[in-house]
């Protein structure tokens, strides 16, 4: 029998129970910031952990965002949701027989040589085992966990909640989109066979990166509810910490390109940059592993990345005015477009500085957090803006990959990085790419 917790009664009630932790937690914040409460912020925020960290599912997603992004929270909130995405709860072997047994028939296991019944990594969504199939190749073998369909619904009832607090406590961005850009991409997320397909389209838009590698995917030992990859040995990015500085440099460059080649040469972007989903070899290379949160974009979409930068570098506002029509913002008026350039200088800020330098070079501590809430405060006295759907993903793998590139101390020139990336841009020729890339998977 399974465990009353792993049931979709029991986990549908662990739900109504987070809800009102949330809801809670979120009345307590509001104290704090309207009625002068004293708030003990280490003991809230592992308040917070506490009532998350049983579940699988969006909300957990959310948090491991929030702790990825530097200065987004205070470094209370950052270190306890950080937590969330090493500490995932995994199905007992008693489960996983079954749920195997469900995807691959009872005699799922003459079909390994070995299976591991202590999973490797556990999500959100999901759990890993490592295996070695008939041929004597290493696997991983991606498991999702029972009743998801159902309770990811009951999870996004939930975020939408959680939304609704936070535009009350600030509605500088209206979340409307960005709930329904999550809602799509999370239901993508269960759909494995379309993570086979994304895995696919990388090692086509990769085929040319020797630094960067994508597992092929086992056809035979897939589901909609099963993938089954090549095993790909790695080391995690936090172990490089202590590598010399050019070493780190090395690996931020091969970091760089395995998430931007695909979007500025097929309009592709992995939205997950989190440090369970690559890892690195001894030469620096990486190693990409998950594939359920890609985002396709219009081919629009990139030319005004490219744009916003070409206006940032000659102050151009009414170049700056088309990019973010390009992005799909509507109704700015000059005003906002002048106050949103501060918070894109402040983010191309170092593409646009021609020499080596980190990231965070001369900026005090907490510096983006002071320039994310002055921005948002100015955007609310203007009636606040309505982020485009498309912008939800490609914001959070920016930020989520410069976080990374902030553990590393990486020292780059990241201007000519990115120029030599976009060197020769045509949105013509980006739309037969990803087209070309797209059928080549079963993706158009």
């Known amino acids: 029998m399974a465990d009353d917790g792993d049931s979709l009664g029991g986990r549908l009630g662990r739900y109504a129970r987070v809800g009102a932790s949330v809801g809670g937690l979120a009345a307590k914040l509001a104290g704090e910031r309207y009625l002068g409460w004293n708030l003990d912020r280490e003991k809230h925020a592992n308040d917070l952990r506490a009532a998350l960290g049983g579940l699988k599912g969006p909300l957990m997603k959310a948090a491991q965002l929030l702790a990825t992004i530097p200065d987004a929270l205070p470094p209370e909130y950052a270190r306890e949701l950080g937590q969330l995405q090493s500490n995932a709860p995994a199905m007992g072997w008693a489960f996983v027989r079954r749920r195997m047994a469900s995807e691959l028939g009872p005699d799922w296991q003459a079909r390994f040589q070995r299976f591991d019944k202590e999973a490797s990594f556990a999500a959100s969504l999901g759990q890993v085992h490592r295996a070695v199939l008939p041929d004597g190749s290493d696997a991983a073998v991606k498991l999702q966990y029972p009743d998801m369909a159902s309770a990811l619904e009951a999870d996004l009832n939930q975020l939408k909640v959680v939304f609704a607090i936070g535009q009350r406590f600030d509605p500088a961005i209206r979340t409307d989109e960005i709930h329904a850009e999550i809602t799509t991409r999370l239901r993508e997320e269960l759909d494995y066979r379309r993570e086979a397909k994304h895995a696919a389209l990388y090692r086509v838009m990769l085929r040319d990166e020797p630094n960067v590698h994508v597992p092929e995917v086992v056809a035979s030992h897939s589901t909609d509810r099963l993938l089954t990859m090549g095993w790909l040995a790695g080391e995690p990015l936090l172990n490089w910490k202590e590598k010399l500085q050019e070493d780190k440099d090395r690996l931020a460059v091969n970091m760089f390109r395995a998430w931007y080649v695909p979007f500025y040469h097929y309009g592709v972007i992995h939205g997950d940059p989190h440090l369970g989903n690559y890892t690195v070899r001894p030469d620096g290379s ?29 102050d151009d506002q009414d170049r700056a005015a088309a990019a973010y029509e390009d992005w799909g913002f509507t109704g700015l008026t000059r005003d906002m477009i002048a106050v949103l350039n ?103």
């Not at 990486?286 to 594939?291: A, E, K, P, S």
């Not at 629009?300 to 206006?311: D, H």
């Not at 021609?354 to 100015?378: K, S």
């Not at 920016?398 to 030599?420: C, D, K, P, Q």
Request: glycine share 10%.
């Open 286 to 314: 990486v190693n990409l592993m998950d594939f359920g949160c890609v985002r396709i974009f219009p081919p629009r979409f990139v030319r005004g990345s490219i744009e916003l930068y070409r206006a940032l570098m000659t």
């Open 342 to 444: 501060r918070w894109a200088a402040f983010l191309y800020g170092p593409l646009m500085d021609d020499r080596t330098r980190r990231l965070t070079e001369g900026m005090a501590e907490g510096f983006g957090r002071d320039m994310a809430q002055n921005v948002f405060g100015e955007l609310r006295k203007m009636g606040g803006v309505r982020p485009p759907r498309e912008f939800v993903f490609m914001d959070r793998a920016a930020i989520g990959l410069g976080a990374v590139f902030i553990h590393l101390r990486a020292s780059i020139n990241w201007h000519r990085l990115f120029e030599e990336l976009i060197d020769g841009f045509d949105v013509d020729a980006l739309t037969v790419r990803q087209n070309a890339a797209l059928g080549e998977v079963g993706l158009a």
